[in-house]
């Protein structure tokens, strides 16, 4: 039936084995479960377990520190198909990936050996902090600061929208270390917390998980420092002052990954549409064979294709070594729009049950607007195209 679409042509034998194993997870142990736990809000601790065994947590960190050494292609890859089994589970792995991201890119050798094992084994489980609640995607307006003290800083502020939050133990936060230095003046800091709520380490708190209405099984967070003391060797890179370029380089990968989820939620939609299409009958047919639900299904099909598509452009661009943040951008506004539309359409084809919480086409219409804000939102990865086509025009 799907098996048409979404192919992705070029692949090694490794990579197609490792898709097809992620599939097969999805469709086994994931859809049977995820809307009740999804509806439950609760975090779904087998199924974690069962990605840690695939190596999942490890897959684009490098083989010397235990990883797979996979592709950014690659991991484009698993999370579409995770996310077609349930979106959540794809930010409980891309925090965490973006922050072995960062540290891959960024870290000294000796926070590589001091963390990416660890990470690759999923023991240490990362989240990543930019955003603060008056500032969004207006990154520069942070206010969270950290004043040297010695062989240490100390550090003080809001930070919010921590996807893992509670869970990770590692949080690359981006802080302000010379205020009047501008983007110059910020600064990436590895910290370190028990998992949890409450005051997770001295001067650190967790206050508690933030009310979604979808994306819901992982924790969603604020983290509040107040006094938090932090030796200076866990300034991402060694160096003060680097933090905006890390960042925005993690947030690259992570478009990437939003573009791939909203890749595998559609192609769900799409599923669940035309099964619903084909085995429900009006007028003496199948519903799949009037033509206002033809038209509807093609349209749908046509979306997910191209979303797909771009997707692995942006990935492959990165992969090469080039800057992608220009194909990154598009693929993410383009999927994630393309992913609210076939959401909806998959919604008016089910009729009167798509409002059913039985059926699954409900969990996903609302998990597809949180793609539309996420990793910056639509309006501003126009403005981001905008700007980068001027540069290059």
Request: aromatic share 8%; glycine share 12%.
């Amino acid at each position: 039936m799907g098996d048409r679409l979404q192919q992705t042509y070029g692949l090694t034998d490794e990579q197609r084995e490792i898709i097809a194993t992620v599939r097969a997870f999805v469709d086994k142990e994931v859809l049977p479960v995820a809307t009740e736990l999804e509806h439950a809000d609760a975090y779904p601790r087998e199924l974690v377990d069962r990605m840690r065994e695939l190596g999942l947590f490890g897959l684009t960190i490098p083989e010397e520190h235990g990883g797979l050494g996979e592709s950014l292609l690659t991991y484009a890859l698993v999370v579409e198909e995770l996310s077609r089994g349930w979106m959540s589970l794809s930010g409980i792995v891309n925090t965490h990936f973006i922050v072995a991201w960062m540290i891959v890119q960024h870290g000294t050798d000796e926070q590589r050996a001091r963390y990416l094992p660890r990470m690759a084994a999923g023991e240490v489980r990362g989240a990543f902090s930019m955003s603060e609640p008056g500032c969004g995607s207006d990154v520069a307006a942070i206010r969270t600061r950290a004043v040297r003290d010695g062989d240490a800083y100390v550090i003080d502020g809001q930070k919010m929208w921590l996807t893992n939050g509670a869970t990770a133990n590692l949080v690359a936060v981006l802080v302000k270390t010379d205020p009047a230095a501008g983007h110059r003046g910020m600064t990436t800091f590895l910290v370190e917390k028990e998992p949890g709520f409450g005051e997770v380490a001295p001067g650190l708190t967790v206050p508690g998980k933030i009310g979604k209405m979808g994306y819901k099984g992982v924790d969603t967070t604020e983290l509040l420092f107040d006094g938090y003391r932090i030796d200076a060797e866990r300034v991402l890179g060694g160096q003060p002052g680097r933090g905006f370029y890390q960042m925005m380089d993690g947030v690259e990968v992570g478009r990437v990954n939003v573009a791939a989820r909203a890749c595998g939620v559609a192609r769900r939609a799409y599923e669940l549409a035309l099964g619903y299409a084909r085995q429900r009958e009006t007028f003496g047919r199948p519903i799949a064979e009037h033509q206002a639900v033809l038209f509807r299904l093609a349209e749908m099909a046509t979306k997910v294709e191209a979303a797909h598509q771009m997707t692995v452009m942006a990935a492959r661009r990165k992969d090469s070594g080039e800057r992608n943040d220009l194909e990154a951008g598009m693929a993410k506004y383009l999927a994630s729009e393309y992913c609210k539309e076939v959401v909806e359409d998959a919604f008016r084809v089910h009729g009167g049950y798509g409002y059913s919480t039985e059926y699954e086409i409900e969990r996903l219409y609302r998990e597809a607007p949180m793609l539309l804000i996420g990793e910056g939102t639509a309006d501003i990865q126009r403005m981001v195209i905008g700007r980068r086509l001027l540069e290059e025009s």
